[in-house]
């Protein structure tokens, strides 16, 4: 038997939509999702993912309660209905399967592929993300692959990118996860050398192997950044490791943000739990029309010299107490 995919074939107007949500999310999420609902201008297929048929009810009961007053669709999977398509569709791809049952995050990468048909838009989101003015996502490229930029990058461990600079693969720099655009179709084959050959079931699980994958693919497949002012990641730069430290609120640290800019902000880190203070506050009601397409910047190389530079740099601050006292590198 041979999967299919989850729902009729969209038309253009309609956004395949993928997101991996677990229940513990949802303190977060809710806000993702209320507006991205709200703010979508154009029609949304949804495929929310979880692992458990309880998270499944949970999830289904509080999307139900979400204000959707555009109508946008959306349906909840499981794991056991994601494994039993890896099973069936990547027999011979077992470095994939491996990957897809390692940290959640990575399921980013896998599960909206077994869910969608050869070159059918894949529009991937994190639930930490909050949509503040009316948008449009950008073009799906034909070929090619389109993600956040992010000062510097969240790509960990060091040793997994040292790996794969050895081993001659080209990443890219200022990678960030948040949001991501590509088709199905991928060269599935290639992309299970790729895990294998940075380490198969053997690769640490945690979240950012994920960016080490995707900035693989992006010097691979092609395509561009995200405009970064629309589509803005948060950064945990100096000034807001000292207002953290001096136990300044989130939502004052978030009043800085040029939120009326943005068509999408991903709030990564801890600012993610401050997105519902945030709105209560009143900083997205800009309500803007931000449903012009933007521009996409090109991904520059990541080099093996400026890659140990960064880590040279990280070992200093490290023996100098800096992470002790200001937070973990990221």
Not at 142 to 171: E, F, K, S, Y
Not at 231 to 253: E, M, N, Y
Not at 318 to 327: L, N, Q, V
Request: aromatic residues 10%; positive net charge.
């Amino acid at each position: 038997m041979t999967a299919a995919p989850i729902s009729t074939t969209a038309s253009e107007s309609t956004r395949r939509v993928f997101m991996i949500l677990s229940p513990h999310s949802l303190p977060y999420a809710r806000g993702c999702v209320r507006s991205l609902f709200a703010n979508s201008a154009e029609t949304l297929d949804l495929c929310f993912m979880t692992d458990s048929a309880d998270d499944k009810r949970i999830l289904n009961e509080a999307l139900a309660a979400t204000p959707n007053p555009a109508g946008h669709r959306f349906v909840v999977v499981d794991d056991d209905d994601a494994e039993q398509r890896s099973r069936e569709l990547w027999a011979n791809f077992p470095n994939l399967q491996a990957f897809r049952r390692g940290h959640p995050c990575w399921r980013k990468i896998t599960d909206p592929l077994l869910f969608t048909r050869d070159r059918e838009e894949i529009v991937i989101l994190d639930p930490d993300l909050y949509f503040p003015n009316r948008f449009t996502f950008e073009p799906t490229p034909a070929t090619g692959v389109l993600l956040m930029w992010q000062h510097p990058d969240c790509m960990l461990p060091p040793q997994t990118v040292r790996g794969a600079l050895n081993a001659g693969i080209p990443l890219a720099r200022h990678v960030d996860i948040g949001v991501g655009a590509w088709r199905g179709g991928t060269d599935l084959a290639w992309l299970d050398w790729l895990i294998g050959r940075l380490g198969g079931s053997a690769l640490p699980r945690i979240p950012h192997v994920e960016s080490v994958v995707w900035s693989a693919l992006a010097r691979r497949l092609g395509g561009g950044h995200l405009d970064p002012g629309l589509w803005h990641c948060w950064r945990r730069s100096q000034l807001k490791r000292i207002l953290l430290k001096a136990r300044v609120p989130g939502v004052t640290i978030l009043r800085v943000e040029a939120f009326a800019r943005m068509k999408c902000f991903h709030a990564g880190g801890e600012a993610k739990w401050w997105l519902e203070d945030a709105a209560r506050a009143g900083l997205f009601t800009a309500g803007r029309d931000l449903t012009e397409p933007s521009p996409v910047i090109p991904f520059a190389a990541l080099t093996t010299r400026r890659f140990e530079a960064v880590q040279m740099l990280k070992r200093t601050l490290a023996k100098t107490g800096y992470y002790a006292i200001f937070g973990a590198a990221g």
